[in-house]
Nanobody, 124 residues
Framework: QVQLVESGGGLVQAGGSLRLSCAAS????????MGWFRQAPGKEREFVAAINWSGAGTAYAESMKGRFTISRDNAKNTVYLQMISLKPEDTAVYYC?????????????????WGQGTQVTVSS
């Protein structure tokens, strides 16, 4: 079965950096758009970033542009999210997701598979 396993979360001070990884198995990774979403307590899950199958096409939520970078390594079946200049409001559970889509998509309903999430906590 399809598995998406996130890692790399943790506690970091404001202004710090983290790199999240998501290892995929059970699917033809290079055929999927990959996305990152996040969900803070009491809030809806929100789009963070997405990347197309080749890595040449990306999309970001406005508040993450310039601070977050999504990338992928199809040889390793892994997608990454590099986060810099972290803020306390970035605190959330971060989820990796896979979508069968022709281009990057930002809505949760377009994604077919989801990981369990990894906690990111940014202290002030």
């Amino acid at each position: 079965q399809v598995q998406l396993v996130e890692s790399g979360g943790g506690l970091v001070q404001a202004g710090g950096s983290l790199r999240l990884s998501c290892a995929a198995s059970g699917l033809t990774f290079s055929r999927y758009v990959m996305g990152w979403f996040r969900q803070a307590p009491g809030k809806e899950r929100e789009f963070v970033a997405a990347i197309n199958w080749s890595g040449a096409g990306t999309a970001y939520a406005e508040s993450m542009k310039g601070r977050f970078t999504i990338s992928r390594d199809n040889a390793k079946n892994t997608v990454y999210l590099q986060m810099i200049s972290l803020k306390p409001e970035d605190t959330a559970v971060y989820y990796c997701a896979a979508a069968q889509a022709p281009t990057v998509v930002s809505t949760t309903r377009r994604y077919n598979y989801w990981g369990q999430g990894t906690q990111v906590t940014v202290s002030s």
